[in-house]
Structure formats: C-alpha cells, structure tokens
C-alpha cells in the first residue's frame, strides 16, 4: 500500500477527494441493482407500501414463482436469446471484415469511407424512414429482421478498425511471404491478435441485443417473437391496469412492483455470468482500440 506519508498536503487531498467520489460513484452504480433485488424478494404489501430500502422486506420468492411459472416468460426468455446470439454473430460477421477493409491503407477512397461510417454515428434517416424500409424488405415481425436490421454500429466498426490499425505491418508481411491473401491475412493474423478488441466489440454486441426493446416493441406484434424486455414492458402495462389483479394481491406476498423486479432480475442474470470471463479482454480492448496509434 502506498505511504501517504510520502504525500504533499495537497496531494493528500486530492487523494482523499478522488476516494470518496469514486466510492460515491460505486454506490450510484450498484445500488440499483441492490434495490429491484431486494425488491423483487420483498412481499408485495412491503413494495407498495415503499419500506423497501436496501435490503428485502418480508423474504418470499413468491414473484420468481410467479414468473417462472408463466409460459410466455420462457417464450420471450428464449427469443432472447435467440436475438441476442444470433445478432451478435451476425454483427461480428458484418463488423470484423468491414473494419478491415476500412483500416487498409491501399483501400481506394479510404478516407471517404470511414467519413461516411462515422457520419452515421450522429445522423440516421429517422424512425419513420427506418420502419418504412423495414416494412418495404418484408422484415417486420420476423427473427431475421430483429438480427439483420440493427447488425451494424457505427462505432463498434471504428473502435474494431482502430485495433487493427495498430497491429505490427511485419506480422502481415510474414503472412503475405508465405503466400496468404486478404482473408487468411484477415482470419489467420489479425483475428488471433485482435481477440481483446473484438471481444469487446461482442460484448458492447451482446449487451445492446440482450437489453434491445423500442425497435422490438414496434416491429414485432406476434407475441410470440417478443424479447423478454418488451415482455417486461407488456408484464407492467398488463398488470398496473388490471384491477382484478391489484385487488386480490392486496393481501398476497407478491404484487406487479415485486413481480417486475422478478422479472429484470431475471433478464440480468445472464449477462452477469458472461461479463466476468471476458471483462480481461474487454478492459484491454477499450485501451487500444479506443487509441489510435
């Protein structure tokens, strides 16, 4: 641990304020979670009557049981899934060579090229010319267009090509000597070098599907298509207005607040479990491809 001893009066300070702001800035970050979880294994009576703080009120798991026991919640949790593994493979095989043509100094028009991907990070055609198209390509209310419509970011591309601008030119060089074209150039050396940074690419991916709910919302009217954040959606809409419902949880362990926080808790878990096996790769592919060299 450092001295502090060894520390100005000044640098202490600074020190001091930089503790407390980042132990404010973590209690900011986690006590959302903290709450909908206590909340979601709190009683209903306790939810609706706010005594729910920081930790649950009356534990019961009443609402998971509640949710887990409805079938459309297992219909949008695999639909879920479903978009979100296949839009991150589709995302990655649109991504990855895109990025690579782009960093590739004898691309012709290279310069208009990225110009034209970054300009798509501040300007789109809009939301009605956007449903206008889907609806003309005959992808609404269908997989494949939840997967292929949204397959592209502006951003993942140039934080992709960044990294492999920063690749050593002498590892393609040695691949290109021994006969590799473009593709093995592209799968052999610089996909094996840019594991961080396309890790992170998947991850920003994965993350955007998984919590992925206006354009499903819009697009989607079979519920049985519907991702678990519009079942959320639907879950509070539904429940919040039926009386019959309200009334005869006056009394119950669970109600739709409780019910709701099951619910997010729910979709949450999986992205919990993936993000600790990757966050090594995600941390170092933000620093270099974050930076161009």
Known sequence: MTNMNLYSRGDKLFVIINMVLIGLFTISTLYPFIYITSLAF?????????NVVLTPVGFTIEAFKYV???PQFWVSYKNTFIYTIGGTL???A???PGAYALSRPQLYGRRFWNLLVAFTMWFNAGLIPFFLNMRDLGLLDSYFGIIIGFAVSGFNVILLRNFFESVPQSFEEAARMDGANEFQVLWKVYMPLSKPAIATVALFCIVSRWNGFFWAMILLQD???IPLQVFL???ISTLSDDQEFGNSLLDASYS???VSAAIIVCSIIPVLIIYPFIQKYFEKGILLGGVKE
């Open 90 to 92: 589709m995302s990655l």
């Open 223 to 225: 519920e049985d298509k």
């Open 68 to 70: 887990l026991a409805d």
């Open 256 to 258: 739709f607040e409780t």
């Open 42 to 50: 709190s009683t209903g009576f306790e939810a609706r009557a706010g």
């Open 233 to 235: 959606r639907h879950t």
């Open 94 to 96: 649109f991504i990855i």
